[in-house]
C-alpha cells in the first residue's frame, strides 16, 4: 500500500496551493479523467524517490452547520485515523491562533509522524521577520518555513515527510518499478527488428508488408512459470455509508460458505474474508474501517474517499455499491472514478432492487442512464442486486472473478500488431504538427490494469480521439471489460 501524507490545517493556509504544487510530480501513468479530474483532492506522487498518496483534506468540506473549528478537527481526526504522515500548514504570517493550537493538540495525542510547514514566507527577508518560530510552541517538533506559492522550502520539508515515513513495501516497490518500466524502458534494436520496424527514410513510406514478430516483446519476459490461478483475487467492497456493503458481504460469505472466518487485521487495516468460488481463493475487503467508527463516517463522506482509496489499492476489483432508492450520482461517480483512476476493474452494483420494481423495462431505463451518468466507466458492468433477499449477489462475484482474469489479461503480441495494422487501414492517421503520426509498434507493457505501448514518431500530439479509438479498439478485440492504460512513446 502506498503510504498516505494528509495536509492538514485551518482555512486559508495554503493547503492547496501546497497540494496543488507537490501534485505536479504526479505520476505520469495516472491518466487525467474528464469529469473527475477537476475537483482532486488527493494524487499519487513521486517524492524523493517515494511513490506517495498525498491528500488535501481541506478539499472535503464537511457539514456547514459546523462551526469552523470543528472542522478543522474534523480534519485532523481524519488525517490521524488514515495516514502515515502529516504535512500540518500555518500561515507564517498570519501567527499562530487559536484554531492551530486545537489541531496540534490532535496531532500531538496521535503519535502520528507530523511536520510543521510555516507558509507564506516568499523571501529571506520575510523569513527573518516571520514568526516561524512561534510555531515550535506547539511541541510538534521541527518547524519549515516554506512558500507554497513559490515553492521556497517545499522540497527541504518533503525530505523531512519522507524520512519519517515506514519502509517501502512489497507492493510500493511493485508500483515503484512497474511506472519506470512502463515509462522508461528503452525499446531496443531486437525489439524493433521484431516487429518489422523500419527506420524512417530507408524503406518505402509504409514499412515492410507482413513482417511477423518473432520476439517475446516487453512485459512479457517472465510470463512464463507464474501461476495466476494460485493467486487469491481481492476485490474491494466499496460505496456509500448505508447502501448495504455489510449485508452484501455477509450473504456472499453465507452463500459460498465461509473457509477461513474474518480475519481481523492490526487495527488500521480493513477486514478481510476469505471464500472460494469456483475453486478460486476469493478475498473481499470490506471498508470496515468505517463501520467501527460509523458516528463519525456517518456525518463524513470523505471517510468513505479515504477507506475506499485503501483497500482499492490493495484490490484488484472494486465492486461499488449504491442504493437503487437513493442515487446520488455524484458522490457514487466520484467513487466510481476513483476506480478508473487507480487502474481497478469495476463492477457496479445497483443494489436494494427489491424495494424498486421487478420490471424489466424498468432495470433497462435506469441501466442507461448510469451508463450515461458514468460515462467514463462504460466499460464496467452493472448489477441489479438485493443483499437483503440474495438475489443475484453471485452474479457479483461470478463479474468480479471474471474482470480479474482479464485485469490480467496478457494479450498475445501478433495479435496485437496485426490489430495496429488493421487500425492504421482501416482509421487514417491523424495530422500531428507538422505531419502525419505514424504507429511502429504495439506491445503489452503491464498488467493490471492491462497497459499498453505504441511507439510511434510524435507521442505528445496524439489527439484524445485517436488514442480513444485504439483503447476501445483493444477492449473489443480481447473483449476486455476493466481499465486500459494505453502509452505512446518514442523510439529512443
Ligand atoms: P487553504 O484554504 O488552506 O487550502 O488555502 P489556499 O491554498 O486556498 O490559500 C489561501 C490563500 O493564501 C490564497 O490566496 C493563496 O494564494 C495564498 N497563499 C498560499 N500559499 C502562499 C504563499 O506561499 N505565499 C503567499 N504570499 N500566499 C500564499
Ligand atoms: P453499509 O453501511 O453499506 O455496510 O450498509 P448495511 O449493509 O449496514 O445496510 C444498511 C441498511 O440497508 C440495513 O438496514 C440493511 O438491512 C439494508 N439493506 C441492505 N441491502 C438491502 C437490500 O438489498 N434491500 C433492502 N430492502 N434493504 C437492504
Not at 507538422?434 to 506491445?443: C, E, I, Q, S, T
Not at 498488467?447 to 485517436?466: K, L, Q, S, W
Amino acid at each position: 500500500m502506498k503510504p498516505l501524507v494528509a495536509i492538514v490545517g485551518r482555512p486559508n493556509v495554503g493547503k492547496s496551493t501546497l497540494f496543488n504544487r507537490l501534485a505536479r510530480r504526479r505520476i505520469a501513468l495516472v491518466e487525467d479523467i474528464p469529469g473527475v479530474t477537476r475537483d482532486r483532492h488527493y494524487w499519487d506522487v513521486e517524492c524523493e524517490g517515494r511513490f506517495i498518496t498525498i491528500i488535501d483534506t481541506g478539499g472535503f468540506v464537511p457539514g456547514e452547520k459546523d462551526s469552523l473549528l470543528q472542522q478543522v478537527r474534523e480534519q485532523a481526526q481524519l488525517a490521524v485515523e488514515e495516514c502515515d504522515a502529516i504535512v500540518f500548514v500555518t500561515d507564517a504570517r498570519a501567527g499562530l491562533t487559536t484554531a492551530d493550537q486545537e489541531v496540534a493538540a490532535y496531532l500531538r495525542q496521535s503519535g502520528k509522524p507530523v511536520v510543521v510547514a510555516a507558509n507564506k514566507l516568499d523571501s529571506e527577508s520575510q523569513l527573518v521577520q516571520a514568526h516561524a518560530s512561534e510555531f515550535f510552541r506547539l511541541g510538534l517538533g521541527e518547524v519549515f518555513p516554506i512558500s507554497a506559492e513559490h515553492g521556497l522550502g517545499v522540497g527541504t520539508m518533503m525530505e523531512a515527510v519522507v524520512g519519517k515515513l515506514p519502509p517501502m513495501d512489497d507492493e510500493e516497490l511493485a508500483a515503484k518499478a512497474f511506472a519506470e518500466t512502463a515509462l522508461d524502458e528503452p525499446v531496443t534494436e531486437e525489439d524493433e527488428a521484431a516487429f518489422g520496424y523500419v527506420p524512417e527514410g530507408e524503406e518505402g513510406e509504409e514499412g515492410e508488408e507482413g513482417a511477423a514478430p518473432a520476439a517475446t516483446p516487453i512485459g512479457e519476459k517472465e510470463a512464463e512459470g507464474e501461476d495466476e490461478e494460485e493467486r487469491p483475487i481481492r476485490i474491494a467492497i466499496i460505496g456509500r455509508p448505508n447502501v448495504g456493503k455489510s449485508t452484501l458481504v455477509n450473504a456472499l460469505l453465507k452463500e459460498k460458505r465461509v473457509v477461513a472466518s474474518e480475519v481481523p487485521g492490526t487495527t488500521r487495516d480493513p477486514i478481510d474474508s476469505e471464500l472460494t468460488y469456483k475453486d478460486r481463493k476469493v478475498i473481499l475487503t470490506d471498508t470496515a474501517g468505517i463501520r467501527r467508527k460509523k458516528t463519525i463516517a456517518h456525518r463524513l463522506e470523505k471517510f468513505s474517499v479515504v477507506a475506499s482509496l485503501k483497500s482499492m489499492e490493495r484490490s484488484d476489483v472494486a465492486v461499488l455499491l449504491m442504493d437503487a432508492t437513493e442515487p446520488a450520482v455524484d458522490q457514487d461517480a466520484k467513487l466510481a472514478g476513483l476506480a478508473e483512476e487507480k487502474g481497478r476493474a469495476l463492477v457496479i452494483v445497483v443494489n436494494k432492487w427489491d424495494l424498486i420494481s421487478t420490471d424489466q423495462r424498468k432495470q433497462e431505463l435506469f441501466r442507461e442512464e448510469l451508463k450515461y451518468a458514468l460515462k467514463f466507466v462504460h466499460y464496467a458492468p452493472i448489477v441489479f442486486t438485493s443483499a437483503l433477499t440474495g438475489a443475484k449477489v453471485e452474479k457479483v462475484l461470478e463479474l468480479a472473478v471474471e474482470l480479474a482474469d482479464q485485469f490480467r489479461y496478457r494479450s498475445p503480441t501478433p495479435q496485437l500488431n496485426r490489430l495496429l495494422k488493421h487500425i492504421e487501414e482501416s482509421h487514417p492517421a491523424p495530422i500531428v504538427g507538422r505531419g502525419p503520426l505514424r504507429v511502429y509498434y504495439m506491445a503489452q507493457v503491464g498488467t493490471a490494469p492491462p497497459t499498453f505501448a505504441i511507439t510511434c514518431n510524435r507521442p505528445e500530439g496524439v489527439p484524445d480521439m485517436y488514442r480513444r479509438y485504439i483503447t476501445n479498439q483493444l477492449r473489443k478485440t480481447f473483449d476486455l471489460r476493466v481499465p486500459i492504460r494505453l502509452l505512446f512513446r518514442e523510439r529512443p
